[in-house]
């Protein structure tokens, strides 16, 4: 099992964020981690994702040139956000693959509890 805990949410008024998710337990399994997004009443939204090794990333059309997603070696990985607009308001999910990178969620089956990121006009 891998466990993954968020961190860094919050209310901003436009700027700058950057959200922290550390993954403990079965971390040598750990392919690639990615970043979710989701509004309630709406369909969960890839929004980032990196894989450990190659450091190969994706970005969702939505947020590309505006966040970066990188990892350190102590299994953490972080979500630059900047530039940040009202429609970036959502909860924020760290997840992980086991098998590789991937813009679909059905392919990490770890998840963290998410973090709230909202955004003021």
């Known amino acids: 099992q891998v466990q993954l805990v968020e961190s860094g949410g919050g209310l901003v008024a436009g700027g700058s964020l950057t959200l922290s998710c550390a993954a403990s337990g079965r971390t040598f399994s750990i392919i690639a981690m990615g970043w979710f997004r989701q509004v309630p009443g709406k369909e969960r939204e890839f929004v980032a994702a990196i894989s450990w090794r190659a450091v190969i990333t994706y970005y969702a059309d939505s947020v590309k040139g505006r966040f970066t997603i990188t990892r350190d070696n102590a299994w953490t990985v972080y979500l630059q956000m900047s530039s940040l607009k009202p429609e970036d308001t959502a909860i924020y999910y760290c997840?992980?693959?086991?098998?590789?990178?991937?813009?679909?969620?059905?392919?990490?089956?770890?998840w963290g509890q998410g973090t709230q990121v909202t955004v003021s006009s």
């Open positions: 997840a992980a693959s086991e098998e590789g990178i991937s813009m679909s969620g059905f392919r990490y089956p770890y």
